[in-house]
């Protein structure tokens, strides 16, 4: 089993930076993938960035060029860097983890208010 955690969300002018946190325990080592998803209130989750244990990181259109996301391994935690946060960008982010390379994630966080004003 593996438990994800996330931080860092909270209320920030439309501009502005925020950096997420996702922290994993239990069996760290068999993740293969992570990544943020996000879901605004009426809206379908939506994909936001990954990243693979062996190396690279992917993001959605929405994102790119104003969120990068990196990794600690002595820590077991994933970061979500984002800059130049748009009125859009509110939403709940979620952390995700799966043991393999495609597929259903396997693990879920519980979420992370992101609020943006314009």
């Known amino acids: 089993q593996v438990q994800l955690v996330e931080s860092g969300g909270g209320l920030v002018q439309a501009g502005g930076s925020l950096r997420l946190s996702c922290t994993a325990s239990g069996r760290t080592f068999s993740m293969l993938v992570m990544g943020w998803f996000r879901q605004a209130p009426g809206k379908e989750r939506e994909f936001v960035a990954i990243?693979?244990?062996?190396?690279?990181?992917t993001y959605g259109d929405s994102v790119k060029g104003r969120f990068t996301m990196s990794r600690d391994n002595a820590k077991n935690t994933v970061y979500l860097q984002m800059n130049s946060l748009k009125p859009e960008d509110t939403a709940v982010y979620y952390c995700?983890?799966?043991?393999?390379?495609?597929?259903?994630?396997?693990?879920w966080g519980q979420g992370t208010q992101v609020t943006v004003s314009s």
């Open positions: 990243t693979r244990r062996s190396g690279g990181s």
């Open positions: 995700a983890a799966r043991t393999k390379v495609l597929g259903e994630y396997d693990y």
